[in-house]
């Protein structure tokens, strides 16, 4: 099964780290790609730009964003295969992540063909 690790943290925290800084979490995040894609669970994974940059598609048309009142934004996701939640979740321990962020893991569901 499919499962999405969501990774949430804030910005702000981010934006104060040196480029270096920025540079390492990156290097951490793309051993840990390695070792997903080294175990053949990696689907996908990407980083996300600033919730400022987000726009919204609604009834009422296009809105600029960030959206939601939280200290905590999404910063980026994988989308792996595991043969259980357990599996995905010791997966998402792993994941590299400033202090104070977190990881959602959700199931993505198989609808088929539809």
Request: proline share 5%.
């Given at each position: 099964?499919?499962?999405?690790?969501?990774?949430?943290?804030?910005?702000?925290?981010?934006?104060?780290?040196?480029?270096?800084?920025?540079?390492?979490?990156?290097?951490?995040?793309?051993?840990?790609?390695?070792?997903?894609?080294?175990?053949?669970?990696?689907?996908?994974?990407?980083?996300?730009?600033?919730?400022?940059?987000?726009r919204?598609?609604?009834?009422?048309?296009?809105?600029?964003?960030?959206?939601?009142?939280?200290?905590?934004?999404?910063?980026?996701?994988?989308?792996?295969?595991?043969?259980?939640?357990?599996?995905?979740?010791?997966?998402?321990?792993?994941c590299?992540?400033?202090?104070?962020?977190?990881?959602?893991?959700?199931?993505?569901?198989?609808?088929?063909?539809?």
């Open positions: 099964m499919k499962y999405t690790l969501l990774i949430y943290g804030a910005e702000s925290q981010w934006t104060a780290l040196s480029e270096a800084e920025q540079m390492a979490m990156f290097e951490k995040h793309g051993a840990y790609s390695e070792a997903l894609d080294k175990a053949g669970v990696m689907v996908a994974g990407e980083p996300l730009d600033v919730a400022a940059t987000a919204r598609v609604t009834d009422a048309g296009v809105q600029d964003g960030p959206y939601a009142d939280t200290k905590e934004q999404l910063g980026g996701f994988y989308v792996i295969e595991a043969d259980s939640l357990d599996a995905a979740l010791d997966w998402a321990k792993q590299p992540r400033l202090p104070g962020d977190q990881i959602e893991v959700r199931p993505v569901p198989d609808y088929g063909d539809v």
